[in-house]
């Protein structure tokens, strides 16, 4: 069983920063593509970015230049890096690894003056 902890989350001014965290118990984190899907009030959960086990990464059109995801395979852990917030960022932040298809339990960030 993999647990995924997410932490970093929280209520930042638009034109902030804010970093994510997740932390991925097992052995096996490095041959796995992990993911941060976001979900706002009302809406579906949307994938924001994702990076592969050789580090290839991906994302969505509105975070790209913004978002920076990242990985540590030594502490198992991977990153979102998000500057330049806006109010439309405002969602709870979900990590995901393919393969075991297990979801963190989610951490809030808020965009607001």
């Known amino acids: 069983q993999v647990q995924l902890v997410e932490s970093g989350g929280g209520l930042v001014q638009p034109g902030g920063s804010l970093r994510l965290s997740c932390s991925a118990s097992g052995s096996m984190f490095s041959i796995y593509q992990m993911g941060w899907f976001r979900q706002a009030p009302g809406k579906q959960r949307d994938l924001v970015a994702s990076i592969s086990k050789s580090g290839t990464t991906t994302y969505e059109s509105s975070v790209k230049g913004r978002f920076t995801i990242s990985r540590d395979n030594v502490k198992n852990t991977v990153y979102l890096q998000m500057n330049s917030l806006k109010p439309e960022d405002t969602a709870v932040y979900y990590c995901?690894?393919?393969?075991?298809?297990?979801w963190g339990q989610g951490t809030q960030v808020t965009v607001s003056s």
């Open positions: 995901y690894q393919w393969g075991t298809a297990f």
